[in-house]
């Protein structure tokens, strides 16, 4: 799906019950739940707003939208979602991990929701399948939580002689055990001596490395997470200075891996 289409879907899909919403209120009203900060989804809600605006729907003019943000505390998720219900918006687009996803879920069984997350919806319990998907709940999956095993395989292709690897999880994620698994079984396959490093913080990001030194890894998968992705140039400059082939999951962490971008964080 090219990157317009997608945007265009998540407008439409975020704004289907709005039509109806807006014959009892002067200004639908749109919930965004986040598992991140606002800042650190400038970008993507900027192509949020993009996709609105295609379909006709302008922030400030004739829809609004209501921000809760979790910083990066996905155990404040519950809370927010269940003050978005309060707030009686007329859809709540759960936007990150499947956390928001899944805070939204159980804060109501009437709001529409509409996820974008990179798990499996079906394992998750979020809907009954993808063709049928059921309740109030709709969304899109990258299925990026399913190619850890995939990307340490290619890591592993370019650095063919390192014997020690790792993966870099949020333990807050509600995949993270199964990724951890599955990223463990993929490293016995290679032959590969494997550990699990876990973080949810900036702080905890220095200390996984510090640990990956002191153990000599040799090459790090990092789990598809908001929290990463937030931490991005944290996360190349620590694997630039370090010389750690490391792989990720998103262009956003090859855009970071700049010279720039790099120079700044060592410099900070």
Do not use: C
Not at 85 to 99: D, E, K, L, Q
Not at 175 to 198: I, K, M, P, T, Y
Not at 236 to 248: D, F, G, K, N, Q
């Amino acid at each position: 799906m090219r990157r317009r289409e997608f945007i265009t879907f998540l407008g439409a899909t975020a704004t289907w019950p709005l039509t109806a919403h807006a014959q009892q209120s002067a200004m639908p009203v749109i919930g965004l739940l986040g598992s991140q900060s606002a800042a650190e989804w400038a970008h993507l809600v900027a192509a949020f707003r993009e996709g609105l605006r295609e379909i006709g729907y302008v922030e400030g003019q004739n829809a609004a939208i209501e921000y809760r943000w979790a910083e990066g505390h996905y155990d404040r998720l519950p809370q927010l979602a269940e003050d978005l219900v309060r707030r009686n918006v007329g859809v709540i687009f759960a936007a990150g991990s499947p956390a928001p996803a899944l805070a939204a879920k159980a804060a109501t069984a009437t709001i529409p929701i509409v996820f974008a997350n990179g798990a499996d919806p079906v394992k998750l319990g979020l809907v009954a399948s993808f063709n049928r998907p059921g309740g109030n709940i709709t969304g899109i999956s990258f299925l990026t939580a399913d190619l850890g095993a995939k990307r340490l395989g290619v890591i592993h292709e370019l650095a063919p002689t390192v014997a020690v690897g790792a993966i870099l999880i949020n333990p807050t994620n509600p995949v993270a055990e199964s990724v951890a698994r599955d990223a463990r079984e993929a490293a016995r396959s290679l032959g590969l001596q494997f550990h699990v490093l876990n973080a949810s913080t900036d702080q905890d990001i220095d200390s996984a490395f510090a640990g990956l030194i002191q153990q000599r890894i040799g090459l790090l998968l990092v789990m598809a997470d908001p929290v990463f992705l937030g931490g991005r140039l944290q996360l190349v400059a620590l694997a630039a200075r370090h010389a750690i082939p490391a792989i990720y999951f998103a262009r956003e962490f090859v855009a970071a891996v700049s010279f720039g971008s790099v120079e700044s964080v060592d410099k900070g």
